[in-house]
């Protein structure tokens, strides 16, 4: 049975939540233009508050999620994963329930809006009242609430986020941020009824209570232990993102709000709160743990630029897709692009454990269109140069080449690198070899005898066909190259050369129901295959879904092992715990131990083997069937 007041009103409404903030919006327009000025200015400063509340606890967790930045300095070392933000989707919902508490306080005090805009006795006098009443308010109330029933039915939500973030510290019940509502409340009243209160004062007091809160829950450590060298007393007046992780980690502790010297009177003071506060600020300029694996990606465009945790953390759980929500983000998306271009590079975006070893995501500050610039060649192969030297220097096993990272017109799908830096410790890979193992496992299972395909001479290409001859599989490849044709027919078994059929014109694939496209089509193009035609897919980006009447596969895919550890971000389209089949072959690279390098022309004879390997290790594949609308 659920505590009382321990689920929220609205929480059945999702994101229709919003539309409860229509009557202070419509309060603020209503008096605008029927009134000829702004006299509810009440709503006005209510809505403006709730902004920048919101914009604080974003910006904290912008900051948090930027592991270029905050890796050497995380507390808990674990990931946030997929169940924690989910959890944590709805953190917000005090700010709306606080401004509902203070339209309840206007209307019953209405004068509090004759207060003046500045009183700098106000600031003295809400710093006396907030450590003589909320300080040992909230520590009183937090001790309470760590109680067997209050803690059962109310606070064991808030302590259900494994890895402290800011969105947590919004995360607890109706019934808590009602009770903390209360601790916010009294210092303003307290200052209003004698007198003091000010615009300015309830604004910087109220938006430096949230940043607070943030910084609590931020789970890098950010504050310096020469303070406290410096300025002994301080340790006792605020706290850390150590002092409050320990909390989190080791309950019966650390109750205080941000003042520890409550922790030091009510004697629950941690005692390895300083220690631990010291060590971490220490080792913040040192390198974490290093990476077994890591998979170097690009960006595609503009706007999936933006599909990273450190943007907006809820858009990046889920499979990107472009939202209304992010277009008016993309000015600076491209002044980031900008930027990244003349002074970035390579950094890391994001990580997982898996069978407890560390798997990171390190970023080329590149944008897709760049790839295809003469120009910009040079730079690129400058850039996935630094990221393989620099991985080689920490110590990482395997580094994966993600799709035009390793484009043959670029680097030879990774051969220049081998070449130049032939001692490299780190493993190149190029991960192909398991795409063409997933692209082959969905196209055999249902028992085809004919294929089509497109990008018939690339290096996926040729490797497609040459296995699938092999098995009888009639292949119509579609290259304008005789030459290229003829290469690779001569890499086939003689008895097998037959199957493998050179073609000039999409005409030729009018009977042909399974499409394997490696060269992006149109919809033109798209019209010569049959009614029912399944059009399984190696190509970036993604052919459009023109047809109705047939079936378009996603990009060569594969599931992580269920106990993956502290992922709770989406690789580009894919859902939620599956990654291209080129990370995944980075992933059972490392997992094997393989000491060579897979760069270059993919070896058709590995193919069974590296699928054996990725099944072994509990990556499954991933169903590409999908009709159009």
């Keep these: 049975m659920e505590g009382l007041l321990s689920t929220w009103p609205w929480e059945k409404l999702g994101c229709f939540k919003y539309l409860l903030y229509g009557p202070f919006v419509a309060k603020v327009m209503y008096s605008r233009f029927q009134e000829d000025s702004i006299k509810a200015t009440w709503c006005l400063h209510v809505l403006i508050l709730c902004s920048l509340r919101g ?6 967790s912008s900051f948090s999620n930027m592991l270029f930045l905050t890796r050497n300095r995380l507390i808990i070392k674990q990931g946030v994963d997929f169940k924690q933000i989910d959890k944590e989707w709805d953190w917000d919902n005090f700010i709306l329930l606080q401004a509902i508490m203070a339209s309840l306080a206007y209307y019953t005090y209405p004068n509090i809006i004759n207060i003046p805009n500045w009183n700098l006795n106000g600031f003295i006098m809400i710093i006396i009242l907030h450590i003589v009443f909320s300080e040992p308010l909230y520590y009183y109330l937090h ?3 760590h109680g067997s029933y209050l803690f ?3 606070h064991s939500l808030h302590h259900s986020s494994a890895v402290p973030q800011p969105f947590t510290a919004g995360h607890a019940t109706f019934l808590e941020h009602i009770l903390l509502g209360g601790v916010i409340g009294i210092p303003i009243f307290g200052c209003y009824v004698m007198g003091y209160g000010s615009i300015a004062m309830i604004y910087s007091y109220v938006l430096i209570f949230d940043f607070l809160r943030c910084l609590g829950h931020c789970n890098f450590e950010i504050i310096p232990h020469q303070l406290f060298l410096a300025l002994p007393f301080m340790k006792y007046l605020i706290y850390t ?7 989190h980690t080791e309950m019966g502790t650390n109750y205080c709000l941000f003042m520890p010297l409550f922790d030091v009177i009510g004697n629950t003071l941690n005692p390895k709160s300083w220690e631990m506060h010291t060590k971490a600020s220490i080792q913040s300029g ?7 694996f890591v998979f170097l990606a690009h960006v595609v465009d503009i706007t999936s630029a933006l599909h990273v945790p450190y943007v907006l953390r ?9 939202k209304p929500y992010i277009i008016p983000l993309l000015p600076l998306s491209f002044l980031a692009m900008i930027v990244m271009w003349l002074y970035s590079k390579p950094f890391l975006n994001t990580f997982y454990y898996l069978n407890n070893y560390l798997h990171q995501t390190w970023v080329i500050p590149r944008f897709g269109f ?5 120009f910009a060649t040079n730079g690129i192969n400058n850039q996935i140069e630094l990221a393989i030297l620099r991985a080689n220097k920490l110590g990482v096993k395997v580094i994966s080449l993600a799709a035009l990272n390793k484009n043959e017109g670029l680097n030879g799908g990774g051969t220049l690198f081998i070449n130049k830096y032939p001692n490299l410790k780190v493993r190149v890979v190029h991960g192909n070899t398991l795409t063409a193992a997933v692209i082959l496992n969905q196209v055999t299972k249902h028992d085809v005898n004919e294929v089509f395909l497109t990008g018939a001479t690339s290096k996926l290409g040729r490797a497609i066909a040459l296995y699938l001859c092999t098995k009888q599989v009639r292949v119509l490849m579609l290259t304008s190259s005789t030459e290229r044709f003829q290469k690779i027919l001569k890499e086939a078994p003689y008895e097998d050369q037959k199957y493998l059929v050179h073609v000039t014109k999409y005409q030729a694939a009018k009977n042909c129901k399974t499409w394997i496209v490696g060269k992006w089509i149109t919809p033109r193009e798209q019209k010569f295959a ?9 190509v970036v980006p993604p052919v459009l879904p023109y047809r109705s009447d047939c079936t378009y596969g996603d990009l060569a895919a594969m599931r992580l092992p269920s106990h993956v550890k502290g992922l709770g971000s989406c690789e580009y389209t894919m859902e939620r715990g599956v990654v291209h089949a080129c990370h995944a072959g980075g992933v059972v690279h490392s997992l094997e131990g393989w000491t060579h390098h897979e760069v270059g022309a993919i070896d058709v004879q590995r193919i069974d083997l590296v699928w054996e390997a990725a099944l072994k290790h509990g990556l499954m594949p991933v169903s590409s069937f999908k009709k159009t609308d």
């Design 55 to 60: 914009l604080i606890y974003q910006l904290w």
């Design 143 to 145: 001790k309470l609430f």
């Design 152 to 154: 059962t039915n109310y």
């Design 241 to 247: 993102p150590t002092y409050h992780s320990l909390h």
């Design 286 to 292: 040192s390198n974490s743990q290093v990476p077994n």
């Design 314 to 322: 809820s858009f990046s759980s889920i499979p990107y897709t472009t």
């Design 370 to 374: 760049q790839y295809f610039l003469p």
């Design 530 to 538: 049959p009614v029912g035609a399944h059009f399984h897919q190696f």
